[in-house]
């Protein structure tokens, strides 16, 4: 084994696992979601899960001149299964941001689930695996480590 590789491996180790084929798949269905319909200052992110059983739906963000009726790409995703096929977990999700125009160097690149999103993809699976950006090579994570204490009504938590 090379240096080189050696040091990438107890690198990948120590931040959480690699990306398998299925998770690139699913980065690739959120990135090609907000290529199709990037508007600036409308549809800037793009998101991709996939169910339970394997089923990958996509969804991008709605942004609104009404800044709070703005809906998360996550959440359009979510909604988009639900209507289709029910509630039927979620094994992993990812979102993608797309730059501005005028950001000519920089990429359509991973970007975390905003708080909102985290208690969303939480209620619907506790379990879901969450694609996060890590410096040049995005991660795994549980949605659970991404939400310590997450919101409960009182007591029943
Ligand atoms: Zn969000």
Redesign the pocket.
């Given at each position: 084994m090379k240096k080189s590789a050696k040091r990438r491996k107890k690198t990948s180790q120590k931040l959480g696992k690699g990306l398998s084929v299925s998770d690139r798949e699913l980065i690739a269905a959120a990135t090609a979601a907000i290529r199709q319909r990037y508007r600036d200052e409308w549809q800037e992110v793009g998101a991709a899960l996939r169910t339970r059983a394997g089923k990958i739906f996509t969804g991008v963000n709605l942004d609104a001149y009404l800044g709070r009726m703005a809906v998360?790409a996550?959440a359009v995703a979510l909604g988009r299964a639900v209507v289709d096929i029910g509630d039927a977990g979620i094994e992993t999700i990812v979102a993608v941001r797309h730059p501005p125009p005028e950001d000519k160097d920089q990429t359509i690149a991973v970007v975390s689930?905003?708080g909102?999103?985290r208690e969303l993809i939480f209620d619907y699976d506790p379990k879901a695996r969450v694609i996060v950006p890590n410096g040049k090579s995005p991660t795994v994570v549980q949605i659970g480590e991404l939400l310590p204490n997450k919101y409960s009504r009182g007591a029943e938590g």
């Open positions: 998360c996550e689930p905003c909102a999103c």
